[in-house]
């Protein structure tokens, strides 16, 4: 167990729909990170918060949006879904160093 | 940002067969240089890392070797057992930095009984 939480476990939604994500970070770390992994696909980095606020951004597209509260917790918007949207979706928490990531169990997101 | 390629995609193994998967990258500055195990169904897990100071780091069955000046680091797995079978990635990185963070591609371990 990585002390890093994600809910919800998996997600079943249609086409053009609205999701949100969560993500509940290790005790005491202040980075949160969300990646997607598409089938046979490697981790794609989306987008790091620091202390509630934007510290780098990847291949993170429009539709999506996250933000990190003043408790830490994270979440991952995703609008306008399409079928291709459907991934594993993965947080992970790091220390102040920003060294080792921890993740999460990941939330299994799909799209019909 | 950093370019990471990572060999082999896939790999199989007789069990207590040793593994290697080796892991190159682009970044000059990268100095911290951790290994992930994804086993089917879970998030990625660090098994060991290294940082640029250091060019070798053993714990028990697993280690990985630095090799700076070529820029790649490879992951050892000696006497594989079938619990050993999952997706390994590489991420190189500087330490403390905000950019981009980029991790291998992976590669598939499946350890044969």
């Known amino acids: 167990d990585s002390g890093v939480t994600q809910t919800p476990k998996h997600l079943i939604t249609a086409t053009g729909q609205r999701v949100t994500l969560r993500c509940s970070p290790r005790?005491?770390?202040?980075?949160v990170y969300w990646y997607q992994q598409s089938l046979d696909q490697g981790l794609q980095f989306l987008i790091q918060?620091?202390?509630?606020?934007?510290?780098a951004k990847g291949n993170i597209l429009e539709r999506f949006s996250a933000q990190q509260f003043p408790d830490l917790h994270s979440e991952l918007n995703l609008s306008s879904l399409e079928l291709g949207d459907s991934a594993l979706y993965f947080c992970a928490s790091s220390g102040d160093s920003q060294e080792t990531q921890y993740f999460g169990p990941g939330t299994r997101l799909l799209v019909l | 940002g950093e370019n990471v390629e990572q060999h082999p995609s896939t790999l199989s193994v007789q069990e207590g067969d040793s593994a290697v998967i080796k892991c190159t990258y682009s970044?000059?500055?990268?100095?911290?240089f951790p290994w992930y195990k994804q086993e089917l169904g879970k998030g990625p897990q660090l098994i060991i890392d290294i940082r640029s100071n250091v060019g070798e780091k053993k714990d028990q069955r697993i280690a990985v070797t630095l090799n700076k000046t070529a820029k790649h680091f490879s992951l050892h797995i000696t006497e594989t057992q079938p619990e050993d079978s999952a997706v390994y990635f590489c991420a190189p990185r500087r330490a403390g930095s905000a950019r981009q963070l980029t991790f291998g591609s992976g590669t598939q371990l499946t350890v044969l009984p």
């Open positions: 005790s005491g770390d202040l980075s």
């Open positions: 970044d000059s500055a990268s100095n911290y």
């Open positions: 918060y620091y202390n509630g606020e934007e510290r």
